[in-house]
């Protein structure tokens, strides 16, 4: 990989628990440009963070939704940046904040390479339901649906990996729009590299470029506190790196997030310095 383009969205509208605001700067600090030039990276471009207003500033409006309007605005001006990332040749790391920030990652790509890229969604949530079936209201619950239902992602190249907290109402979103989901009990079964075997054969067919939208709740609590809405039972230390190390083996990833990281909650910026690593594992670094 020759340039990388980091992209901060300090977005916390999506969510109630305040704090992830800070996470690409936690990330930073995690010394994320250090450890892409060490990987031979030969142009780190970082683009800084795009303007968020801060809740406070704001009036709230749409129950269902909250904060839709001023997300779909941020997530505009994203999906902007990301596109003409992408066709300048460089591979957009777009770093969150809530995961919201896929509508605009997803609408960018989707401008870039004039089709819906292939997703592979790693998540303790689905984060697949509409404004009418959200029980909170809370657009990171949502990112999702809203790619799907505007044509920037398709079911039949999405694959969620780590679910294990599921909405009865995501459950039947889900089948009806024909998304492959491996729940954390697929991935004790089978073992997470026959689950990469099929997530890259389902989301990289047509021979798409790969997106990955990583939100560090996947991973189990004890390797990543620093997250609004941890889950027990999640993906290992090295479950989640030969996740990324698979993705990159393809040679078809092209772009990546990693949201929910709310230095708040961490311990010691954990949450944050592992987000780096798995990047970088995405990159291509690996242990031999």
């Known amino acids: 990989m020759t340039r990388v383009d980091v992209i901060g969205v300090p977005m916390d509208l999506g969510a109630s628990r305040r704090g992830v605001d800070m996470g690409p700067s936690a ?48 997530c505009g001006r994203l999906a902007g940046v990301v596109e003409r990332v992408v066709r300048d040749g460089g591979m957009p790391i777009v770093l969150g904040g809530d995961h919201s920030i896929a509508i605009g990652t997803l609408a960018g790509l989707h401008r870039a390479y004039e089709r819906p890229a292939g997703l592979v969604w790693v998540d303790a949530h689905a984060d697949v339901n509409s404004p009418q079936s959200s029980r909170t209201g809370n657009v990171h619950g949502m990112p999702l649906w809203f790619a799907l239902e505007r044509g920037d992602a398709l079911g039949e190249h999405t ?38 075997e099929e997530a890259l054969a389902i989301a990289g067919g047509d021979r798409r470029p790969l997106h990955v939208s990583f939100d560090l709740d996947a991973i189990d609590p004890a390797e990543a506190p620093g997250t609004g809405t941890p889950v027990k039972g999640g993906l290992s230390y090295r479950e989640a ?31 944050a310095m592992l987000a780096v690593g798995l990047i970088c594992s995405g990159l291509g670094k690996s242990i031999l």
């Open 241 to 271: 790196h030969l996740l990324m190390e698979m993705l990159a083996e393809s040679e078809r990833l092209r772009s990546m997030e990693m949201v929910e990281i709310n230095p708040i909650l961490d311990r010691s910026n954990q949450t």
């Open 27 to 74: 990330v930073r600090y995690g010394r994320l440009h250090d450890r892409l030039c060490a990987l031979g990276v030969q142009h780190v471009n970082d683009h800084g963070n795009l303007h968020v207003p801060i809740r406070e500033a704001l009036q709230q409006t749409d129950r269902q939704a909250h904060y839709a309007d001023v997300i779909d605005e941020v």
């Open 159 to 196: 694959v969620l990996i780590g679910l294990r907290d599921v909405d009865e109402a995501e459950k039947r979103i889900l089948r009806e729009r024909g998304v492959r989901a491996f729940s954390m009990t697929d991935v004790d079964r089978f073992g997470m590299a026959r689950v990469m």
